[in-house]
């Protein structure tokens, strides 16, 4: 995916009250290939189904699968979430409680998602790489510091291997696969230490 610049125009639906929604995002190029490309890959991955199929969804308002293009596209650009609601932009985009409930939401499956998405698009590489391609799975546990934190589920004092110290946070457990060219990440796990006296906070219904 190339960087864009201009003004992309995502989806136009109506709402509940008949009146003309349009999504609009800052893009980096104005190529219209590009712009074309990117939609068509939502439409080919069937992104809405594997929203529905992992319990994603919404039960009124704008569309589950358009808060998700929307918020993925902006990821895709390092754009912040925040400012673009702040933007000229913001009477083209749905509320910002909208878009934050949809992320603060805690039934949702991510990994289920995410690993139904990857499938897809392994399956997508595959097609294009000769049979006898090596394709392998690789580990990998970073450690993600909330060194401000002091009251987060079973955060825990953990050794980071890259800076060789211990930091307050989690380890990332992540799980990607590779055919030497492309990566695709396939899952993940937030992880607290198995040693408790290494556990700041233990869990704890008293906590959101």
Known sequence: ?????DIMKIQSNKN?????????????????????????????????????DSG??????IKVSEVFELLLL??????NLYRYLDSK????????????RFLNTATYNWRRFLTSLSAKVISSFSRLTRPDRIKVFVLDD?????????????????????????????TMLALGWTDGYSFVPTDFAM?????????????SEAID
């Open 1 to 5: 995916m190339h960087p864009m610049s």
């Open 16 to 52: 509940q009250t008949g009146k003309v929604h349009t999504t609009m995002i800052n893009q980096n190029n104005p190529s219209e290939q590009t712009k074309i490309a990117f939609l068509k890959a939502f439409k080919t991955l069937k992104l809405a189904g594997l929203l529905r």
């Open 56 to 61: 994603i969804r919404k039960a009124q308002g």
């Open 74 to 79: 902006l990821a895709f650009q390092g754009k």
């Open 89 to 100: 932009y913001q009477e083209t985009a749905a509320s910002k409680n909208t878009y934050y």
């Open 142 to 170: 970073s450690v993600i510091s909330r060194n401000r934190s002091k009251h987060v589920e079973l955060l825990a004092n953990l050794y980071d291997h890259a800076n060789h110290r211990f930091i307050k946070g989690f």
């Open 191 to 203: 992880m607290s230490s198995a040693s408790k006296k290494n556990r700041i906070q233990e869990v």
